[in-house]
């Protein structure tokens, strides 16, 4: 891990407006936080928290009302940040009507991956997550599990220096939790900054480095893993989360 | 470089080809054409010698229609089903440009409704063939694959419709409004001709200006007809229609750009 930063978000606010009154509701209240190269970074939050929002304003795919999300030095969502990012968006529903390989050519021909380079990294992808067997399956007939290993793959297509993961390991079963903590392990290894929203704790205190818990849009605290389980006077994460959320 | 820009307009509109012709109801509309066009023999035999003019007519008229109906359809569905399946959000979080995905979502639209025309005009000329007792096809190939080339370029007006309005409304007003603009553009000269009639100034000045703000599509029948006379019109009339559908593409393709440029993905 450097020094450097690789994600930057300088008081980011949005509001939510009713389609009728046009009443605004915050999502995110001044949100601020930066994630070092190679940091393995968990975004915690109860439901409703804005932690998908965050995620959205970081890869560009929804502008903040105010406030700077920068990836890479870059503008979020500027073609040059997105060319080095990996995303995973939360319940990924992809094309029913291709099959897993067709898909992930697809997102690969979108970073206009040259052909060869292209087909062995879809080989190497998808013994990664472990659907090598199913890869010329329509994806209708893929399981949950399954489109989330899919997801994860093409989310990894560009070899990507920064990761963002919504939820990757929603609706997954043990073996597949499993599975994705030991992808994040290898991710990590290989020096790649991953930024990734989780409800499932043990999860989240096994991969992450350090952790921001954020409530109705405000980041009310940010700590280390190494901090929170030996020197905080927490049990263990989920004390920690709790504490922090007044549940 | 220029990879970087083409992939992936290329790669969505094999998506998009794909997505479409793999969906059923697409062969329904065409198993569907195929019947009417078929009834063109019932209707033929009831004529006074001119039974392979109505099978020409009609089975041209079902190409039209059918192919309108399933450019509508599709084309006011393009983005509205991206974002309902959320796939949109795999594309836009990889460095694919607002122009790109519009650019090959059409394409991709283009190749399948190509594919459609192209392959209910082959059915229409094996029933000619078929019903002629004489089976001289260089009589009518001519003039059917010319009015054919008339009718794609016709629906590549009517997807562009579809594809601007796609981008901002729901797939049920877009229909409307697709079929609205269609509908007028079938009536614009009209408008200039009741401007002409109009004794009011103001309401001359009106109707000739909601006349150039809205397609004309008129021209694109008259030529149709003009064709199946066995007449060829004029190279002055083809390049302007040329000109002016395609003009009138690039100008909605543009537009559809740049309202889904400002769009967000929440």
Known sequence: MTGVNVIEARGLKKDRVSSFLLKRSPILDDLSLTVREGETYGLLGPNGAGKTTTVKILVGLIKPDSGDALVLGQKAGEPEALKQIGFLPENPYFYSHLTGYEFLEFIGQLFALKKKELKERMAELLELVGMTADANQPMRKYSKGMLQRLGIAQSLINNPKVIFWDEPMSGLDPIGRRDVRKILERLKSEGKTIFFNSHLLPDVSDVCDRVGVLVKGKLVAEDSIKDIERGGGYKDLEEYFLTKVGG | ?266
């Open chain 2, 1 to 266: 470089m220029v990879s970087s820009v083409i992939n992936p307009v290329i790669a969505i509109a094999i998506n998009t080809f794909r997505e479409t012709v793999r969906d059923r109801v697409l062969y329904a509309f065409f198993v569907f054409a195929c019947s009417i066009t078929v009834l063109g023999i019932l209707l033929g035999s009831l004529s006074v010698g001119q039974d392979i003019r109505i099978i020409e007519d009609l089975g041209l008229t079902v190409i039209a229609i059918i192919g309108g109906i399933i450019s509508v359809f599709a084309g006011t569905n393009l983005v509205y089903k991206e974002l309902e399946r959320r796939t949109i959000y795999v594309i836009f979080t990889k460095p694919v440009s607002s122009w790109q995905f519009i650019t090959g979502k059409y394409l991709g639209l283009v190749m399948c409704i190509f594919v459609v025309v192209l392959a209910m005009g082959v059915f229409l000329l094996g029933l000619i063939w078929m019903v002629d007792p004489t089976h001289h096809m260089q009589l009518h190939i001519g003039s059917i694959i010319a009015s054919l080339a008339l009718v794609f370029l016709e629906l590549l007006f009517v997807l562009a419709l579809a594809t601007f309005f796609s981008t901002f409304s729901t797939p049920i007003m877009s229909v409307i409004f697709t079929l609205s603009l269609w509908f007028i553009g079938h009536l614009g000269g009209s408008l200039l001709d009741l401007s002409k009639m109009s004794s009011n100034p103001a309401a001359q000045q009106l109707l000739t200006a909601l006349y150039w703000c809205l397609p004309d599509l008129a021209q694109l029948t008259r030529v149709r007809s003009v064709l199946m006379y066995g007449k060829e019109p004029s190279q002055e009339i083809i390049i302007f229609m040329l000109a002016y559908v395609f003009a009138f593409i690039f100008f909605l393709l543009g537009l559809a750009s740049l309202v889904n440029e400002r769009r967000e993905f929440p």
